[in-house]
């Protein structure tokens, strides 16, 4: 059977074509979903790509998390189909309320450069493949990824497991050092309590064929198409 | 009515662009500068007279949207 994977459209979003790209090459079907369509219906998975939706205009995600398109996705989460939100798009789901907490500017700059991020948890759909402890080189480029939440929050995602990816050295070590912009706890991807909805900075879908740079991306939409058809 | 409304930032949370204009200030000679916070002023025209109840309606335009309460606080100004 094939897995269908619903890659959501804002005015302003920009990594639409490589993630349906990267998706295809997994042998998934992929389709580009427009922020005012509602209908959700024969998708397996739903993907909010990069970029910048509405320009990042009054903060990141904050006019796209009112998309109509947002709703059918808040029904998809709710009943634990499985939801990425890459860059741009976690900003989204930080927005909507779907993951916890929020994204404040990088402590110093824009950063566009490779990094490297530990994977902390493998019972997501998304990391079902990895490793725990597993270190990804995958690229990052964004000027607001540096993820706050209040202390009772901070502790709750990590008492409850939900931080799934962290900033390291590429010796996979948990520092300042290792940490591009800030982010509290070197946070770089959580997740939902309920572990179906997924959040992170780096860019996946760029690091999906050596020649490129990285492949190391490729596992976590690997692994999110091989927990569907497990499922199936 | 012209309505204004200050979102601030609460001061405990990190204010990246405030650090960096800071340090930016001190290059071009205002070492006294010790600190800088940026926040948002939004200013709105709004139909209606009732100051109350467009005071209402704005503070739920910030609740909703004009503000993010992980890290934010408003402040709602209707002018009389």
Redesign the interface.
């Known amino acids: 059977m094939t897995i269908r994977a619903g890659v959501v459209v804002f005015p302003g979003t920009n990594c639409e074509h490589d993630t349906v790209q990267a998706l295809r090459s997994l042998g998934a079907e992929a389709e580009l979903v427009w922020h005012r369509d509602h209908d959700l219906s024969g998708l397996d998975g739903v993907v909010l790509p990069g970029g910048f939706a509405h320009g990042d205009y009054l903060r990141t995600g904050a006019i796209a998390r009112f998309s109509p398109v947002m709703d059918a996705v808040r029904a998809f989460a709710g009943a634990g189909q499985p939801v990425i939100g890459i860059c741009n798009g976690f900003q989204i789901l930080l927005e909507a309320g779907l993951l916890p907490g929020a994204m404040l500017h990088n402590a110093g700059k824009y950063v566009c450069s490779y990094v490297h991020v530990r994977v902390e948890q493998s019972d997501t759909p998304f990391t079902g493949l990895c490793a725990k402890g597993q270190v990804l080189k995958i690229p990052i480029a964004h000027g607001e990824g540096n993820y706050y939440a209040d202390p009772e929050t901070v502790e709750a995602l990590e008492a409850g497991r939900q931080v799934i990816f962290r900033y390291v050295t590429p010796q996979g070590e948990v520092s300042a050092e290792g940490n591009p912009n800030g982010s509290l706890n070197n946070i770089a991807g959580i997740c939902n309590q309920a572990r179906n909805v997924v959040g992170l900075m780096p860019h996946p879908e760029r690091a999906c064929e050596s020649a490129l740079g990285s492949a190391d991306g490729k596992v976590v939409l690997e692994s999110v198409v091989s927990a569907l058809i497990a499922r199936a | 009515m012209r309505v204004t409304v200050h979102v601030t930032r609460r001061p405990e949370?990190?204010?990246?662009?405030g650090?960096?204009s800071s340090r930016a200030l001190h290059d071009l000679g205002y070492g006294e500068v010790r600190s800088v916070r940026i926040d948002r002023t939004i200013h709105m025209e709004v139909d209606g007279d009732d100051s109350a109840a467009i005071r209402a309606r704005v503070e739920e335009m910030c609740a909703r949207?004009?503000a993010?309460p992980?890290?934010e606080d408003y402040e709602v100004v209707v002018e009389p």
Do not use: Y
């Not at chain 2, 949370?13 to 662009?17: K, N, V, W």
């Open positions: 949370i990190a204010d990246p662009q650090t960096t949207l004009l993010n992980v890290l």
